[in-house]
């Protein structure tokens, strides 16, 4: 499944730097605005340590793990919605991806130029989301339009009625400066809101990229708390990473790692919190198949059944399903082997009504 998270947030707050350390593709950096125009793209490996256990408990010839796509988009400026500073493009390449981290600066340091002359957290918040807001906006009341016109001499076009209806929960939230993630919708509502595309409806994660000496006690950082205080009132996560940290210990191998995070007062990195956190963050889980040539890690929407599931593998599986047999990673590792788990009672033979869950282990049967 490609999916892909954009890294968003005003000039040099961080951006390049952090999308370095996750995929240490060298994306260009500058002490001015717009260092990266065209969006770098990369993919990471999400962590998960029972790839390990489960290869040890059915070894298998190699390891896969999943894999999440970021992509590192130019900073946005005021006007951008107007398609001040290349705006117009960057909102583009923002409405592409399926989730926004948006980095905000969190540190004080006077050789790092801020483009609005001072760090100011929530003010850099309220330029992003303002920039979006009127973009999604235009879109709206342009849509809004051209579908009121259908609605009124076509009353029996259900469809457009119901996209209707959607634009007239919409238009007066992003009037009166809100977004539209905030509002609810039902199921049916929220497929229409997807093919709208608007760049407010996306789930935002939100990183404070803080110093060095921060690293281990983030939350006394006077930045970092007003961050957290926005992002709680709208139901939305915060990861403290320090970004110029997080890229020179992402070429550390695993042990120098560990030392350095050890000294500094930390059990994880930073990348690992944030790659976990934007993988969740579009209520993703991760399923296993195991032994032989391969165990691997594959990526999968929350309450998917069990044919959709086997379609993630190949169509084949999913058009010729007929059953998947499956264990929990925790059975497995409790008993210790694929064959205890059996004896156990513990393996299952589920059908296409199953709801796959995150950590199961699948030997598909198909036939084609």
């Known amino acids: 499944m490609a999916l892909t998270a954009g890294i968003v947030g005003l000039p040099n707050v961080g951006k390049s730097t952090l999308f370095n350390a996750i995929t240490k593709a060298g994306a260009e950096m500058a002490n001015y605005p717009f260092a990266t125009i065209d969006p770098n793209v990369g993919m990471v490996e999400v962590p998960d340590a029972r790839l390990a256990r489960i290869d040890e408990l059915i070894p298998a010839k190699k390891i896969i793990h999943t894999t999440f796509e970021f992509t590192d988009i130019a900073g946005i400026v005021k006007g ?4 001040e500073g290349l705006g117009n ?10 989730a926004i981290i948006h980095v905000v600066r969190a540190f004080d340091d006077s050789e790092i130029t801020s ?22 906006l235009d879109a709206v009341t342009k849509r809004y339009s051209k579908v009121e016109k259908i609605v009124r001499t076509n009353t029996k076009d259900k469809d457009t009625a119901a996209e209707f209806a959607v634009l007239e929960k919409i238009k007066p939230v992003l009037e009166a400066g809100g977004t539209v993630r905030s509002i609810d919708f039902n199921e049916d509502e929220q497929k229409i809101v997807r093919g709208l595309f608007l760049l407010t409806s996306k789930p935002v994660l939100y990183v404070a990229n803080i110093a060095e000496e921060d690293m281990a006690d983030p939350d006394a950082n006077a930045y970092v708390q007003q961050i957290q205080q926005h992002a709680q009132a709208e139901g939305a996560e915060v990861i403290a990473i320090s970004a110029k940290t997080e890229e020179e210990i992402a070429e550390l191998d695993d042990d120098d790692k560990a030392d350095f995070l050890a000294a500094e007062g930390v059990s994880e990195s930073g990348l690992d919190k944030l790659i976990k956190a934007s993988y969740h963050l579009l209520g993703l889980a991760t399923f296993f198949t195991a032994g032989g040539k391969e165990t691997r890690a594959w990526t999968f929407h929350q309450g998917m059944k069990a044919p ?12 010729g399903f007929i059953r998947a047999e499956t264990m929990s990673f925790a059975d497995l590792d409790k008993y210790g082997s694929a064959a205890a788990v059996k004896e156990a009672g513990r393996l299952r033979s589920e059908g296409k009504e199953y709801v796959v869950q995150d950590g199961d282990i699948i030997e598909f049967r198909f036939n084609v």
Do not use: M, Y
């Open 308 to 319: 959709q599931v086997a379609g993630i593998i190949h169509s084949d599986f999913e058009r």
């Open 89 to 98: 493009k960057f909102l583009e390449n923002i409405r592409q991806v399926d």
């Open 80 to 83: 951008a919605s107007k398609g």
């Open 115 to 136: 483009v609005t002359g001072k760090v100011d957290p929530l003010d850099d918040i309220e330029t992003i989301d303002l920039e979006l807001g009127l973009a999604d």
